[in-house]
């Protein structure tokens, strides 16, 4: 499976930002799919993940509940949307996608989010 990340950008805390994970191949409902982020000089860490139907959602326990996770299997497409934006929150988004092994073999490219203070 193919991952496009988009809808990253710069924005001021407190806004929001929604951001889309498009994926091309094979049958998108195969997978679960998740999000991470790397933030300069940091590891890269978990954001959120959906499972395959969309029934269940975890979430990392530092975004407070700012964040959704959400996916469109029609549209093949998984979604973050990100509220409240903090300052802490800037990285590049990365979407993944982990088939039944569990493990996030897939990655998409990359968006970059930006919050200024």
């Known amino acids: 499976v193919q991952l496009q990340a988009s809808g990253g950008g710069l924005v001021r805390a407190g806004d929001s930002l929604r951001l889309s994970c498009s994926a091309s191949?094979?049958?998108?409902?195969?997978?679960?799919m998740g999000w991470f982020r790397q933030a300069p000089g940091k590891e890269r860490e978990f954001v959120a993940a959906?499972?395959?139907?969309?029934?269940?959602?975890y979430y990392s326990d530092s975004l407070e509940g700012r964040f959704t996770i959400s996916r469109d299997n029609a549209k093949n497409t998984a979604y973050l949307q990100m509220n409240n934006l903090k300052p802490e929150d800037t990285a590049v988004y990365y979407c993944a996608a982990a088939p039944n092994t569990g493990n996030y073999d897939y990655w998409g490219q990359g968006t970059q989010v930006t919050v200024s203070s």
């Open positions: 191949g094979r049958t998108f409902t195969s997978y679960t």
């Open positions: 959906i499972s395959r139907h969309g029934i269940n959602k």
